[in-house]
């Protein structure tokens, strides 16, 4: 069993956001930052049921374009 479990986490085009699992088969999204956290908290349930991870990491990236 992971120790934790690390979501990258970005914003969706037609808004909310979404996160998926570094290493495993998870991908969730919400409407909200609040619904994300539930959502992604579900999703490692039900993916690894009584084995979840006891820390779950979310890394947000924002990725914005400069121009000089």
Do not use: Q, S
Not at 7 to 20: H, I, Q, T
Not at 50 to 64: D, K, N, S
């Amino acid at each position: 069993m992971p120790r934790e479990i690390i979501f990258l986490v970005e914003e969706a085009e037609e808004g909310g956001f979404v996160a998926r699992a570094l290493g495993e088969a998870i991908f969730t999204e919400g409407e909200t930052w609040e619904e994300l956290k539930e959502m992604v908290r579900d999703a490692v349930r039900c993916h690894f049921g009584e084995e979840a991870p006891p820390i779950i990491r979310l890394h947000f990236v924002r990725e914005e374009v400069l121009v000089p």
